[in-house]
């Protein structure tokens, strides 16, 4: 079992959590039931994957039974991942009703990996693309992916168009990697055909689809990178999300130490009132009503006051200086980051 198998193991396990536990919360949103669809599917197909490869026989399942369930799940994962950008770009009634019609080529795929896995000899291997049932299970998964991974992304450009800013910018990238999936498949598929005619070889350690130079070329050129950009682009609106956050308290951290000699002046003048950590109390004790409604009155109104009057004299200095309500910076006056409450 290589390292990359491992890792897809354990991403598809975790990844299946993740989505169990938000459809619990969400248990009536349409895309994350298709997401849960793709990640259960794609989790469920990696151990028949490792007996399909090891030649193994497992509660009566030949080799190339393992091979067919696989891909069979493989193909209704895809096909999740089409219902997910369905579901985002289009209301549930209409959903639903794509949906069905996108998965009729399903169907159709599934009937074809279990007729080839029947016509099959036991004794093949199960990546011998010479032996014409296994070329075929490989041929129609290859060309439902591709077809699979361009509808998802077709209709997640669809969905781009019908939401924010930063969700449609993910949902590009995430077109752009679905691309690249694409053009993957299309180079396993000569490659397969290639390989059934004695036209290719077999590489001396072959663990491709196609387990020929062009499906190598495939794999590493289109098939990883369009991974990486997909993931990237689904994971880009939570992190541009968290990176606005993050600017944001960053901000607000400038504004409280450029506020600091203001407190230090109410401390100065209020002493009686002083905020002072208060230790020995239990939590609870700490947050009751009782507890937090100190009487500071005094302290609050003056506070106001003098934020307010600095307010005032930053804009009348601005407005003195250049005329109108931002500085020289480019910035609002009631920003932190504005040059006149240094002047």
């Known amino acids: 079992m290589t390292p990359l198998l491992i890792a897809y193991g354990l991403a598809a396990c975790v990844a299946l959590v993740w989505t169990v536990v938000r459809l619990v919360h969400k248990p009536y949103a349409a895309p994350l039931w298709s997401l849960t669809v793709l990640v259960a599917c ?26 067919a369930i696989q891909h069979s799940l493989l193909l209704v994962g ?27 080529p399903l ?29 075929t299970l490989f041929l129609t998964a290859d060309l439902y992916m591709g077809f699979g991974f361009a509808v998802a992304g077709f209709w997640a450009l669809a969905a781009a168009r019908r939401t924010d800013a930063r969700v449609a910018r993910g949902l590009r990238i995430s077109a752009i990697g679905l691309a690249c999936i694409v053009i993957a498949d299309c180079l396993f598929v000569p490659a397969i055909l290639l390989r059934l005619t004695n036209a290719l070889d077999a590489m001396p350690d072959a663990s491709g689809t196609a387990e020929t130079l062009l499906g190598w070329i495939g794999s590493v ?16 609106p939570a992190l541009a999300q968290r990176v606005a956050a993050l600017r944001l308290w960053r901000e607000h951290r400038q504004a409280d130490r450029e506020i600091t000699p203001l407190w230090t002046l109410l401390m100065q ?46 804009a009348r200095t601005c407005r003195a200086r ?15 980051r504005c040059r006149s409450r240094r002047g």
């Open 42 to 67: 794609w989790a469920i197909a990696f151990p028949f994957g490792i007996v399909a490869d090891k030649q193994a026989t497992v509660v009566g399942l030949t080799p190339m039974a393992s091979r």
């Open 107 to 135: 169907v159709v795929a599934i009937a074809i990996l279990v007729g080839s896995a029947l016509l099959t000899p036991p004794d093949a291997r199960t990546r011998d693309n010479t032996v014409p049932g296994v070329a």
């Open 221 to 236: 050129f289109f098939l990883l990178p369009g991974i990486v950009v997909f993931l990237a682009g689904v994971t880009y």
């Open 269 to 314: 003048t209020f002493p009686e009132h002083r905020l002072e950590r208060l230790t020995g109390r239990s939590w609870r004790e700490a947050l009751s009503v009782r507890a937090m409604a100190s009487p500071i009155p005094e302290l609050a109104i003056v506070a106001a006051q003098l934020a307010l009057r600095a307010t005032a004299c930053r």
């Open 322 to 336: 250049h005329g109108r309500r931002r500085c020289a910076s480019g910035v609002s006056w009631r920003s932190p």
């Open 78 to 104: 895809v096909n999740g991942l089409i219902g997910f950008f369905v579901f985002s770009a289009l209301p549930v009634r209409r959903g639903v009703i794509r949906s069905a019609q996108l998965a009729v």
